[in-house]
């Protein structure tokens, strides 16, 4: 009976380790990360695989101590307990191994971070005129508010110091579509993110990308997507899935009220600029053909869901 | 301290009602905890319900249950509403954290040990101890009260960002613009001026109303006193607990000769003392928000629902997020240290051997104490403040994994070359070590700050609270009800009850939340009423419904313990003084304690751990060198 407890402990964690491997070797289930399509989702994901290695390591190092134990020293067991109190060598031992394996997490996450979020952004506590770096192939203004994301696309290119003043005031010309996130691949891209009522959070899965939209600021942001998944058909006037027929999904990852899980949106990443442009071109004359009116942000119904394609 | 002014009490009232007997108090927070871990967990399995199966819930729930068909408003549909939905685990998390891990911790634990464990007679403040559990009595008001609101219970997560917690509707201006389709679910809208003269109760209440979400109104307020009660509990319940720990330690009693349960209730009271202050002035903000109309959390621009605006503000969102989490980051600890405590004590008692390294494991809770107050930007990382921020955060961050893991080398150092003793105690506390691991190593994913860009606000982060906080606070509650339930009712618990409980707990449990970290390793976000309208997450949903099921089952296998409690109260067999033969303070009183405790005041000459030892009778030196049971053991307290 008393082996009985050391083989659940093992059973339970083997278990456990069991589901994540299942998880990782067959990704026809979908349980593991979805598809990577931006430099930062492949570098976020060296990282998870570095963290797991280590954590592995640990995890199968302290439970199987555990459970070797638990079948090795039962009270029914011959001998009796040992009068150890410590041991001074295994404590600095014990303390040194683990920050080292952390230390070499912070180091490899750091550069990781300073990319994906601050190198070469000016820094936001000046409040200057342009909040993004210098490098943008395309800003996009992305403002959220119960509960729809309301995407505003540049069609004329913007100088550098006029882009907090096209944020708030916009150009006649520019495209506003909801819940519609259209890049090309390759494209470096600047987000200008913002919210009029609560905070929400700017989720794309496939881009490993995620940052609140505050209430009252204005955050930017960048990626660059390496995959493509659609493309513009002129001839059918819209955009068709490739041959990845990969369906790439944005999400709020922050509570905002009752449907904060229906803030669903699409990413559809062009092979190449000209494929952009042109969508961008055909949307812009689609929805100059409507009620210029019934495209400012306040005027649309929450309930709308999908953009002017689909 | 001085203990005359306390004498021993006199009628039923004084004797188990408003009792200043840190026994009683301790048995008090024992068993409202015990009431509000059940309305806990009937909330956390109406989340499961509707993520298991998402829009027929209550179909299902119908199929078992004909008889709540009357209760449910037919405007639903077989639906649970997705407003209602953000009110279930809101309260959830909010009732299982302020209500249930909190007091039992702290408030039954912490009562009950430490004036025992350290050989005190009672606590310093024997009234304040008293009034730490009543003040939580208008804190149970506004929490059950909120449910029958107007708007129904808070909605904004137990962690209550604003704007969506905090934005107000001034109800004395015209709301023209409220959007009609996307507020027609919520039932708070004020009542049209014109129709009637509202009452003055009436125009209070339309005042509180939120433009955000029904549930911001009164439920919210009702929320934030809720919590700003709890929160003065704790804080008395904690002055006391350094006060009795620093003061009134029996003669001999040095500090590096505590228990570690003592060290933890010792190092969570400090936390405490010095966290929660930040938390009450944050919640008095958010009521002032609500109620009067300051904008703390305001930004200068104000808000716009729909085509309403709100009027300007001057404050900041954000500001929240620093003043909750400086508290709540050190509130995780607060809901896990004593339970470190415990479950050493616990297992060394088990163990039948010395804890291997006392010293490095008091010095690791200090530090984990430390740095738990330089870490609460990690919660943070994506929510717009500075980046730059964030490096330092995960530095802290990961140093502070470091204590943790020399925590787990020390008790599996403990459980080497022992000879265990399995009993529910024990294996309760041996779950939590295998647990924590989990937990632990789940935290360092998330420390990462790029990992978390990701992760952050998915189900991972579900996984991990609930490794840590039920695989682990949970399971260590457990291991200290078995383990002091002889002392505290002078009877012992059903071991084969407790086993059967345990194995299934701990197999279901399992169940239940490791799965989840495969839900965040996809991106599932928490919190989301429906998942099943994302392509992404459709292949998921087996495991959710999994995760539900075993769910549900560990909540009904919760009934083994609840029966085994009860009945064992009246019914167990009579426990000596000291059933265990451990040798910490508290088992050489009677089972259970008279007043004042111990009969004559103990001289303590020995560690807590003094076990395995050689030249002693039984193999072991209780705290006073006693070892009384031996002497007693058989004669009847
Ligand atoms: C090795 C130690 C630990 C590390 C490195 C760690 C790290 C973290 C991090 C970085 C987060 C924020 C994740 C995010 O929101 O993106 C987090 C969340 C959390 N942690 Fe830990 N943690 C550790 C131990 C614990 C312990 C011991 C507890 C409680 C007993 C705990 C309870 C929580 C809770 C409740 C949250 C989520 C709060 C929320 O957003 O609702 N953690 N942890
Ligand atoms: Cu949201
Ligand atoms: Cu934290």
């Known amino acids: 009976m008393h082996r009985f407890w050391s083989l659940l402990f093992a059973a339970v964690n083997m278990a456990c380790l069991a589901l994540l491997v299942v998880a ?42 555990l459970i070797y134990s638990l079948w090795r020293f039962p009270s029914t067991a011959p001998g009796s307990p040992s009068p150890i109190h410590g041991h001074p060598g295994l404590e600095i031992g014990w303390t040194i191994a683990p920050l080292v394996g952390l230390l070499v997490i912070t180091a490899a996450s750091l550069p990781v971070w300073k990319e994906a979020r601050y190198q070469g952004f000016p820094p936001p506590a000046l409040e200057g005129t342009n909040p993004l770096p210098p490098e943008a192939d395309q800003v996009i203004l992305v403002t959220a508010r119960q509960w729809d994301w309301h995407l ?36 470096k891209v600047s987000l200008l993110l913002r919210t009029t009522d609560v905070i929400h959070s700017f989720f794309v899965p496939a881009l490993r990308l995620k940052q609140d939209t505050l209430p009252g600021k204005t955050i930017p942001m960048r990626f660059e997507a390496t995959v493509s998944n659609v493309r513009f058909d002129p001839a059918e006037g819209r955009v068709v899935p490739n041959e990845t027929k990969a369906s790439w999904e944005i999400a709020c990852a922050e509570l905002c009220g009752g449907n904060h899980f229906r803030m669903r949106g699409k990413l559809f990443v062009h092979p190449d600029r000209k494929s952009y442009d042109a969508w961008l071109d055909h949307s812009r004359r689609q929805t100059r053909s409507r009620s210029l009116t019934a495209m400012l942000p306040n005027a649309s119904s929450s309930n709308q869901k999908e953009g002017a394609l689909q | 301290m001085n203990h005359d002014s306390h004498p021993a009490p006199g009628n039923f009232l004084t004797k188990y009602v408003f009792s200043g007997d840190h026994k009683i108090i301790g048995i008090q927070f024992l068993f409202s905890g015990l009431l509000f871990w059940i309305l806990g967990g009937l909330l956390a399995l109406g989340v ?12 299902e729930l119908l199929k078992w249950f004909p008889s709540l068909a009357d209760s449910i408003p037919a405007s639903w549909g077989s639906r649970i509403s997705p407003e209602f939905y953000t009110m279930l685990f809101t309260m959830h998390a909010t009732v299982m954290i302020f209500f249930v891990v909190v007091p039992w911790l702290g408030g039954a634990f912490g009562n009950y040990l430490i004036p025992l464990m350290i050989g005190a007679k009672d606590m310093a403040f024997p009234k304040l101890n008293m009034l730490s559990y009543w003040v939580l009595w208008p804190a149970f008001f506004f929490l059950l009260a909120s449910f029958f609101v107007d708007g129904g219970a808070a909605g904004s997560g137990w962690t209550a960002y604003p704007t969506l917690s905090s934005a107000t509707q001034n109800a004395d201006i015209p709301d023209p613009g409220l959007d009609a389709a996307a507020k027609a679910t919520t039932p708070t809208n004020p009542p049209s001026p014109t129709s009637m003269e509202p009452g003055l109760w009436e125009r209070i209440k339309n005042r509180w109303n939120s433009p955000a979400a029904g549930q911001s109104g009164q439920g919210q307020v009702y929320w934030l006193l809720a919590l700003i009660f709890s929160g003065t509990s704790s804080m008395m319940g904690s002055v006391n607990y350094i006060t009795t720990i620093l003061n009134c330690r029996a003669p001999g009693m040095t500090l590096m000769r505590m228990p570690l349960t003592v060290w933890g209730m010792f190092v969570t009271a400090i936390l405490q003392s010095l966290a929660l202050p930040v938390l009450t002035v ?15 959390f305001l930004p200068p621009a104000g808000l716009a629902f729909g085509n309403w605006q709100t009027g300007t503000g001057g404050g900041q969102p954000l500001l929240w997020q620093h003043l909750f989490w400086f508290y709540s980051h050190p509130a995780v600890y607060i809901m896990i240290l004593p339970a470190m405590g415990m479950v050493s004590d616990v297992l060394v008692a088990f163990c039948r051997k010395p804890l291997f390294g006392y010293k490095p494991m008091v010095f690791s809770m200090i530090g984990i104490a430390g740095l738990g107050f330089i870490v ?20 802290a961050t990961v140093l502070i ?6 925590k787990i080398f020390n008790w599996l150092a403990t459980i080497w070359g022992s000879r265990i003793r399995f009993t529910s105690a024990s294996l309760n506390a041996l779950a939590f070590i295998s647990m924590f691991i989990i937990g632990g190593l789940s935290g360092i994913y998330m420390a990462s700050t790029p990992v978390d860009i990701y992760i952050h606000d998915t189900y991972f982060i579900v996984a991990h609270i609930h490794y840590v906080l039920f695989l682990s606070s949970m399971f260590g509650i457990y291991a200290g009800i078995h383990f002091w339930f002889p002392k505290m009712f002078g009877r012992t618990m059903n071991d084969s009850l407790g086993k059967v409980h345990f194995f299934l707990t701990f197999l279901l449990a399992n169940g239940t939340f490791f799965p989840m970290h495969i839900l965040g390793i996809r991106g599932h976000p928490r919190r989301y009423y429906d998942p099943t309208i994302f392509d992404w997450l459709a292949s998921v949903q087996p495991l959710n419904q999994f995760v539900s099921i075993c769910a549900i089952l560990l909540g009904l296998v919760q009934v083994i313990f609840l029966a085994n409690f009860l009945f064992s ?51 072991r030196f209780s705290q006073t060198g006693l070892n009384r049971d031996q002497i007693q053991q058989g004669n009847h307290p």
Not at chain 1, 44 to 58: E, K, M, R, V
Not at chain 1, 157 to 176: F, H, K, M, T, Y
Not at chain 2, 376 to 395: C, E, I, K, V, Y
Request: aromatic share 14%.
């Open chain 1, 24 to 65: 990782y070797a067959y990704p026809g289930l979908g349980w593991w990360l979805p598809d990577s399509a931006s430099t930062q989702a492949n570098e976020i994901d060296s990282l998870f695989y570095l963290i797991t290695g280590l954590c592995a390591f640990f995890f199968v190092a302290t439970q199987g101590i």
């Open chain 1, 152 to 187: 505003k696309y540049a069609t004329e290119s913007l100088p550098a110091e006029g882009i907090r003043q096209w944020a708030s005031v916009g150009n006649p010309s520019d495209l506003i579509i909801a819940n519609e996130l259209h890049v090309w691949k390759g494209a």
């Open chain 2, 569 to 619: 109260i009246f019914f167990g067999p009579k426990s000596g003084r000291n059933p265990w033969e451990a040798n910490t303070l508290e088992w050489e009183t009677p089972s259970p304690p008279g007043h004042g405790n111990f009969e004559t005041t103990p001289i303590v000459l020995h560690g807590p751990y003094e076990y395995a030892v050689t030249t002693a009778i039984n193999g």
């Open chain 2, 48 to 59: 499961r319900l509707q993520l298991g199966w998402p829009n027929q819930a209550l179909n």
């Open chain 2, 401 to 406: 994994a470091v204590p943790s893991a020399v």
């Open chain 2, 376 to 395: 609460w930007g990690h919660h943070m990382f994506q929510s717009g403040m500075d980046p730059r921020l964030g490096t330092g955060f995960m530095a």
């Open chain 2, 282 to 296: 944050a919640l008095i903000m958010q009521f002032l928000d609500r109620t009067v109309g300051t904008v703390f």
